[in-house]
């Protein structure tokens, strides 16, 4: 969501903290600002858009040591520039924010009392002001004790006017990592908005502060005490989130899904089975103990974890429950005895879900796991077992490629699990076998997209669509769905093909495209009665059929042959077509197809 940038160093910083919001742009936002200290006192330059609107208004002069700066995405208060951070206090306090301080109106009502005048809607310029209510010199001391203050979750970076050689930072539920330069130290939400001026980072733990004073930076813990972190040599290049050939990042990384489902593969299967250990010391254990299965996800990792519901009990006979987060953390939940937890996360930071992850303590869990695409974030630190996905960054707000690595990454977790408890070997074997083959699939797949572009067309004024499948392929369809409406704007649903006759054929038409996902599976002949319903309504079928799908010769559906043949990992290659058409749609409609409106990318607020 908002995006976090600041930075203290012996040159101008000005471009520096510019470019870092650039880099965040893909996290999703409606506003952008920076805060700088000079000779000429705290600068500040807002604008509501995007980051280049705000950026042609820092006049090419403008200079300054030290600075933070900030992508928002409103949560109190419309978009506008008076909302847009950084928040200022007397022209000496400025403080950027990720988050939402829940008990705002309280402390606002106590701030106005003090004569402190609020110029937004926002509850970040409570901090601002706080932290000025405290100050007497010492800004780490004044938001030491204003951070104490705040309920909510909230990652800060704040400068002061008196002191212009200091900026502090916290976390409290909102991720923030240090970056470590030569003489010169940075912060942001995540790595990629500092990519071009360090490769050495410092992950912040929850409830810690960092200190950047001068050329040295030193962490604190909640209580105040010094504490040492690793610092992490970041493989990544500032190229990497780069657009490279392509128009949009969305089909870049749509085409880097083959290269992404090698990498997670790489080291943790052979030609016929799956290696031990690749959860991490303790797997086997939990492993051996787990009588059932909780997952729990948001937005497309849900689907993912939907898809591996079906996998877990049909492969293991395991029970399995899956649920949205933000439902399970709010509700009283029986647990099962030996209940294995999982959570799904690209970005390791969903706030939902890491919630639900914290509340785990105590109860009838014997262990939880984490797939996740980003190390050192906050769900695999606390996570008993972890799986990596490997994805890299992932920059277009609709996953695509964290996806289909997460049901890979799934699969391995089914396949590791089945080796504790006395899954088939020869099923194994088979299905390690479609593994392997899978990044070729998939990259064969890809030669579709010139015709799946051309199939586009028929959606461009259409307001409505609908996704059927069954089976494992159901929460496929979902995510199809999901992905159209996402960047498209088009109204889309998905339903399991069976409930036709419950509801939805009440919508179909000639207008409305249904879009069906149609793999050669012992439910085929089930979901051909399913499309014989549509086409007797007048409904307009797009198939996109697996190899050995035949639907007659006379017919004037849109049929997409897939032509590839798979039997456990049908899903991940079906999802390939599904995520090219709704991208060529969201262009023919001429949409913003890497930052839609009104989304962001990682989700760390409620």
Known sequence: MCGIVGALAQRNVSAILVEGLRRLEYRGYDSAGIAVINDAGLQRFRSVGKVQEMAIKIPPEQSGRVGVAHTRWATHGEPSERNAHPHISKDRIAVVHNGIIE?????????????????????????????????????????????????????????????????????KGSPLVLGIGFEENFVASDVSALLPVTSRFIYLEEGDFALLKGKQYQVYDNAGAKKELKINVSELSSDSISKGKFRHFMLKEIYEQSTAIADCLEGRITT???????????????????????????????????????????????????????????????VPKNTLFVTLSQSG???????????????????????????????????????????????????????????????????????????????????????????????????????IEVIAEDFIDKHHALFLGRGEHYPI?????????????????????????HGPLALVDADMPIVVVAPNDDLLEKLHSNMQEVKARGGRLYVFAHEGVHLGENTDDVVIGMQCTAKWTTPILSTIPLQLLSYHVAVQRGTDVDQPRNLAKSVTVE
Not at 117 to 146: K, M, N, P, Q, W
Request: hydrophobic share 40%.
């Open 272 to 334: 016929t089975d799956v290696l031990p250990a690749i959860f991490g010391p303790g797997a086997d254990e939990i492993f051996e103990k787990l009588e059932n299965i909780q997952i729990i996800a948001c937005g497309t990792s849900y689907h993912a974890g939907y898809v591996a519901k079906y996998w877990l009990e049909d492969h293991l006979g395991i029970p399995c429950q899956i649920e949205v987060a933000s439902e399970f953390r709010y509700r009283k939940v029986v």
């Open 103 to 171: 008990n705002y109106k309280e402390l606002k009502e106590l701030l106005q009392k003090q004569g402190y005048e609020f110029t937004s809607d926002t509850d970040t310029e409570v901090i601002a002001h706080l932290v000025e209510s405290y100050y007497a010199g010492d800004l780490y001391a004044a938001v030491r004790e204003a951070s104490a203050r705040l309920e909510g979750a909230f990652a800060l970076a704040i400068i002061a006017l008196d002191t212009p050689d200091e900026l502090v930072a916290c976390r």
């Open 477 to 501: 369809a979902m995510e199809g769905a999901l992905k159209l409406k996402e960047i498209s704007y088009i109204h889309a649903e998905a339903y399991p093909a069976g409930e036709l006759k």
């Open 349 to 451: 930071e969903t706030a939902d879900t890491l919630a639900a992850l914290r509340d785990t303590k105590g109860k009838n869990y014997c262990g939880s796991l984490s797939i996740c695409n980003v190390p050192e974030s906050s769900l695999v630190r606390e996570s008993d077992l972890v799986l990596m996905t490997r994805a890299g960054p992932e920059i277009g707000v609709a996953s695509t490629k964290a996806f289909t690595t997460q049901l890979v990454a799934m699969l391995l977790m089914v396949l590791s699990i089945g080796k504790k408890r006395g899954m088939d070997p020869e099923r194994i074997k088979s299905i390690v076998e479609e593994l392997n083959e899978l990044p070729a699939k998939v990259k064969k797949l890809l030669e579709l997209d010139t015709r």
